[in-house]
């Protein structure tokens, strides 16, 4: 059977979503027609030949302009106005609970009829979105005006952050299937919806390709080196990160400390860097490209992720299949696949001391030990974040819910 599925996103392709990218090519090779489709561009921020190579094939709805969503609403008010008038109760209601206001909820109603012309004009099927948010959203609206039939994958810990304002229970409620990237994302969405949606939810991991998964292994380097790859917001841990690196070096430890990213936290981490000293030990690189990324990965002898809050981050998957230990946080996934003494080290969140004290840990062990926690952590990522794998248990779902023109509950085998 040929499927044609629509993917939804905020903003696709972007830095930060290579796992998405990931998982459309491993669809794509299962022999799955994929659309890419984003509510807004963020051009200016890419710097991977493959995103840019993936925004090529992505139609943006925010650039038809306003007179296109205008034309969109008054042409599906006119031509389907009971679906339309349905839509437009469901965008007020839901707008009305929400933290950004009906007015933003009429925008993404325009966003949905724009949504529904086009994915009609190229048969769209199904349509999946990632978040729980406003591509959701707008993916409900236009099922509600006669759009296919949606699911949506559910992260965190934004989602888990704001349930009720997000209507997120209503989302479980009317799409054909969700997906949670760990069994901790499940159990939050067991937490809020009635039990006779739960069959609805399934876990399907993020994952990582041949690129990480097929690389021969390089010797954990002497070097006192690591690295943090992660968006500059506060979740993210970055403050007390530099705190930490700030307190061992006080105690006479040199280390070096990269820092990949960027985000609306930047200005105040680079503040903190030069008020605590560390002008000549942590160096912040903003986004790279995916091959840059690796090489610093390489060149560490551990990741470090401080997270206070998270759904389950692809670049521990990553630094792991490239066996590099990682130190994290005993926060919401994470523990789902690193494990402590095996792979890494954990430690609770917001601690500078138990964080300095995993730091001097990966500092003191001889290469060779880190070198088998890596070589643990890759198999573990091989076992359980394979993007083909985890794109086959995707593919099953897309094609029962095709199937099933009734939508009724879909049950697979658990990934």
Known sequence: MSLAIAYLINQYPKVSHSFIRREILSLEKSGIKILRFAIRSCTTELVDQADKLELEKTQVVLETGKTGLVIALIRTSLTRPIRFLQGLWLALKVGWHSQRGILYHLVYLAEACVLLHWWRQAGVAHVHAHFGTNSTTVAMLCRAIGGPPYSFTVHGPEEFDAIKSLSLIQKVETAAFVIAVSSFGKSQLYRWCQ?????????????????FLDVTPTPIPSEPRFVCVARMDRAKGHLLLLDAVAQLVAQGWYLKLVLIGD???RGEIENARIQLGLQDCVEAIGWTSNAQVRQHILASRAMI????????PVVLMEALALNRPVISTYVAGIPELVEPGVCGWLVPPGSVEALKTAIKAALQLPTDKLAQMGKEGAKRVTQQHNATTQAQYLAA????CIENSNHQKIVIPSS
Do not use: N, T
């Open 397 to 400: 779902l897309f094609h029962l």
């Open 305 to 312: 992720l401080p997270s206070f809050a998270e759904g389950l």
């Open 263 to 265: 985000g609306p936290l």
């Open 195 to 211: 039990r006779s949606q739960w069959s609805k939810i399934h876990v399907v991991r993020c994952g990582v390709d041949d690129k």
